[in-house]
């Protein structure tokens, strides 16, 4: 990617995912994770939680930003049945999260809030996803030798219950990883312009 009118690029997150995808689309960044609460008012609906969020982080962070840096905050969300599968702090939940969505359709919702001296603009991404029917081998095989614990919906798309559960997927498969990099480029060439 050519280079930006920033003289430096910060991530607020602590995510390698994002850090990776960004460095893949020829970025050079600097990583200052935004630690916070993820708490939201709870009238909030879908991409108003993941906006809400997003812009959060980047207000925790703002206080530091130097001329001429842009930063990028993001927040994915899981939203199925009309709510937030919240990220699994243990085995047991995340083994419900994956019952919820075993053949069933779900969205994952992810914004990303870009903030500079001046400028601040929020974007967001929708990608729906279906899950084939998982059998129980399923999920605890991915349960026992995968990472489900502190993801948005209790899984990777990248790793194995990805890999052999995904049937279908409308929108971008980057945003499901953790960040929808086609926007994030168009988004960064606009603010370039």
Not at 17 to 30: D, I, P, T
Not at 45 to 63: R, W
Request: contains cysteine; proline residues 4%; hydrophobic residues 40%.
């Amino acid at each position: 990617m050519q280079s930006t009118p920033f003289r430096k690029l910060i991530l607020g997150s602590a995510s390698p995912r994002r850090k990776a995808l960004l460095e893949a689309m020829g970025l050079s960044l600097e990583v200052r994770p935004a630690l916070m609460e993820e708490t939201y008012p709870k009238d909030l609906v879908g991409h108003q939680i993941t906006d809400y969020l997003s812009e959060q982080k980047a207000k925790l962070l703002q206080p530091g930003l130097e001329a001429g840096s842009l930063l990028i905050t993001a927040d994915t969300i899981v939203w199925h049945e009309n709510e937030v599968l919240e990220k699994p702090a243990q085995i047991h939940e995340a083994r419900r999260t994956l019952s919820r969505l075993s053949g069933k359709w779900h969205k994952v919702i992810t914004s990303v809030c870009f903030t500079g001296m001046g400028i601040q603009r929020t974007v967001h991404s929708i990608t729906e996803v279906k899950f084939a029917a998982l059998s129980h081998e399923m999920i605890e095989t991915y349960l026992s030798d995968g990472q489900p614990l502190d993801k948005a919906g209790a899984y990777g798309i990248q790793e194995w219950i990805g890999l052999v559960g995904v049937e279908d997927i409308k929108g971008s498969y980057t945003n499901v990883v953790g960040l929808p990099t086609q926007l994030v480029y168009t988004t960064l060439q606009e603010l370039m312009g």
